[in-house]
């Protein structure tokens, strides 16, 4: 059980796991998650982090299937410019490794950013805390649980 789990379960949040053998070869975490899963690449959203002008860190989720746009980010963000986190950087602030950071049940709670193109869906998926385990929701949920705002963040 993940941090990740133990947040939703805890919050009372309706949710369903779905995992996947990972393959280590396979550096493009999300669009692997989405094609283990037979999932429309549109439905599986990534978790990334970015670091804002200002200092701060943001979270930004959104589909596998598009690019962050870190303009903007910044702007949803009220910031000037963001650039993407390092690696070791994303890691220490949310106890999650690469390809498994999960939006939920982090180290650190951070501003977070849902690309608008979730409220459109039923639900969701997201990494589960692991690689290989993604978790199944309703975006408005993560949105409640995460104080998250709903922005054009994907291109």
Known sequence: MTPAIKAL???GVAFETASYEHDPRRPAYGEEAAEALGLPAESVFKTLLARLDDGRMA????PVSGQL???????????RKAQMAESAE??????YV???ISPLGQKKRLPAFIDASA????RFHVSGG?????LALAPADLARLLSATFAPLAR
């Not at 994303?90 to 106890?95: D, I, Q, S, Y």
């Open 59 to 62: 979270m930004a989720i959104v």
């Open 9 to 11: 379960e805890k919050a």
């Open 130 to 134: 692991r690689r290989g385990l993604e």
């Open 119 to 122: 409220e459109a869906l039923a």
């Open 69 to 79: 746009d870190l303009k903007a980010l910044a702007r949803a963000a009220g910031a």
């Open 90 to 95: 994303a890691e220490r602030a949310t106890g």
């Open 98 to 100: 690469v390809g498994g």
